[in-house]
């Protein structure tokens, strides 16, 4: 029989939060949160959409864009998704790449968090897409915040 093995590195799918923090800035900040609180170095995933992961998709191939960031692979190797998500709200995620990555991870079984400058989605909307915890952080110390808790979640 073969080895099981458990993911224990999560993967950090992030959009910018704002001109000062990219979404390399943000996916790292988070990161190092991560990593000064025990858990082990995330994937670090930053999402190239102009706009941030709730960004107007329309002319966007979502399905292209994660299958060129090769998402899928690295989602299913990891221990849970987190996205990093400058404003989660129920009518500017529909179709966007947020909605898209929070589906994949809970159609594969993969847990996912969220970390938000702004949250404006409802109890019901959370649960639609199956987001375990949302933490709003607005800033770069924030988000370190915010993956020193996570790192004591996961």
Same mark, same amino acid.
């Given at each position: 029989?073969?080895?099981?093995?458990?993911?224990?590195?999560?993967?950090?799918?992030? =959009?910018?939060?704002?001109?000062?923090?990219?979404?390399?800035?943000?996916?790292?900040?988070?990161?190092? =949160?991560?990593?000064?609180?025990?858990?082990?170095?995330?994937?670090?995933?930053?999402?190239?959409?102009?706009?941030?992961?709730?960004?107007?998709?329309?002319?966007?191939?979502?399905?292209?864009?994660?299958?060129?960031?090769?998402?899928?692979?690295?989602?299913?190797?990891?221990?849970?998704?987190?996205?990093?998500e400058r404003q989660l709200e129920e009518r500017a995620l529909r179709g966007s790449v947020a909605f898209e990555i929070a589906t994949r991870?809970?159609?594969?079984?993969?847990?996912?968090?969220?970390?938000?400058?702004?949250?404006?989605?409802?109890?019901?909307?959370?649960?639609?897409?199956?987001?375990?915890?949302?933490?709003?952080?607005k800033d770069k110390r924030g988000l370190t915040s915010a993956g020193r808790k996570l790192a004591r979640l996961l």
């Amino acid at each position: 029989m073969p080895d099981v093995v458990i993911p224990q590195a999560a993967l950090i799918a992030s =959009g910018p939060f704002g001109n000062a923090l990219s979404a390399e800035r943000v996916a790292l900040a988070i990161a190092q =949160g991560m990593c000064a609180g025990g858990a082990p170095e995330p994937d670090l995933c930053p999402i190239p959409v102009d706009r941030g992961l709730a960004s107007d998709v329309g002319a966007l191939d979502v399905g292209a864009l994660l299958e060129e960031l090769d998402f899928d692979v690295r989602m299913r190797r990891a221990r849970a998704v987190i996205l990093g998500e400058r404003q989660l709200e129920e009518r500017a995620l529909r179709g966007s790449v947020a909605f898209e990555i929070a589906t994949r991870a809970r159609q594969a079984g993969v847990p996912a968090y969220a970390v938000t400058a702004s949250n404006a989605l409802d109890r019901f909307d959370a649960r639609i897409l199956d987001l375990q915890v949302i933490i709003e952080a607005k800033d770069k110390r924030g988000l370190t915040s915010a993956g020193r808790k996570l790192a004591r979640l996961l």
